[in-house]
């Protein structure tokens, strides 16, 4: 690593303080070493001066800076409207779906392959004297009988 | 939004609506007269075919359409068909079960010569598998009744 007798002189300088050395600025055009101290010494100082500046809010910017708050608030509600509707759209969607398929699907295992029959549970009758019963055809077709007795009902 | 709105309303609507037709049971209704007129081949009426299969074993030579009708039942209400002059059939869903049978109470009921007294000649709890044929029977002698053939769809 290369040095230079005057890199000391140089950061004086670059204080602003006085050196030996009487033309500083010629001796850093010819010594890279004094060019690179100089080019750090700058970038340091920038650095430095950049983290000491703090952004404030004036005054004057304080109701665009509650403006803009506001305006993001209302969006973010208008959203949330919007992902509801969606949300209810959607549900509704399903729900008429899942209910036709219900509805339309033989899904239930009851349903599956097998075979449903007509079933006949009870069967009376108000007219004196009949008699009732419930039988199948020969080709098994579930059958009331309600037999009148002879002549009018009444 | 007003745009999801609308959206969802025609959901519900088409839910509601769709609610609505589920609530009812499609069934046909024949009613025929079955008689013994010494028919050496039996006679069954042509209009009868879509239900010949449920009577044509009865012991009986003729069969002849009295009323036909395919019909909208709502569960829980009474639907009455009118069969002829003095039967009137009077039907109600009261549910559906697992296998998609659904439970009706049949009444058929007779009417006095003169209208004016009614009576229950038949009152019957039925479980109506779809597709499948029942009879219901009126039978006053030898030589002939009448038969209801219900079918629920």
């Known amino acids: 690593m290369s040095t230079c007798k005057f890199e000391t002189d140089v950061e004086r300088w670059f204080d602003g303080e006085t050196t030996s050395l009487t033309n500083v600025e010629a001796h850093i055009r010819e010594c890279a070493r004094c060019s690179e101290t100089l080019e750090l010494l700058k970038m340091t100082r920038q650095g430095v001066e950049n983290l000491a500046s703090n952004e404030e809010i004036a005054d004057a910017q304080i109701p665009a800076f509650l403006d803009g708050i506001h305006e993001g608030i209302e969006g973010g509600t208008t959203t949330s409207y919007r992902s509801r509707w969606a949300f209810f759209s959607l549900a509704a969607a399903a729900l008429v779906v899942t209910v036709s398929s219900i509805s339309v699907m033989p899904f239930s295992p009851d349903r599956v392959g097998a075979e449903v029959e007509t079933e006949i549970e009870s069967v009376t009758t108000d007219i004196e004297g009949a008699t009732t019963e419930s039988f199948h055809t020969d080709n098994d077709t579930p059958t009331v009988w309600v037999n009148l007795p002879d002549g009018d009902l009444w | ?153």
């Open chain 2, 1 to 153: 939004m007003v745009i999801a709105r609308r959206y969802t309303a025609v959901l519900f609507i088409a839910f509601f609506s769709f609610g609505a037709w589920s609530e009812q049971v499609e069934l046909s209704m024949t009613a025929l007269m079955a008689t013994n007129e010494g028919r050496t081949v039996k006679y069954i009426d042509p209009s009868l075919n879509k239900i010949r299969h449920a009577v044509e074993h009865l012991d009986y030579d003729t069969f002849k359409k009295l009323t036909a009708t395919e019909t909208s039942l709502t569960y829980g209400k009474e639907t009455k068909l009118r069969i002829n002059d003095r039967f009137t059939l009077g039907l109600t869903p009261e549910k559906k079960d697992s296998k998609g049978r659904v439970r009706v109470h049949a009444i058929i009921e007779a009417a006095s010569s003169d209208g004016k007294r009614k009576k229950k000649a038949l009152d019957s709890m039925l479980i109506l598998a779809p597709g499948k044929p029942i009879n219901l029977a009126i039978v006053g002698s030898e030589d002939g009744g009448l038969f209801v053939v219900l079918v629920a769809k």
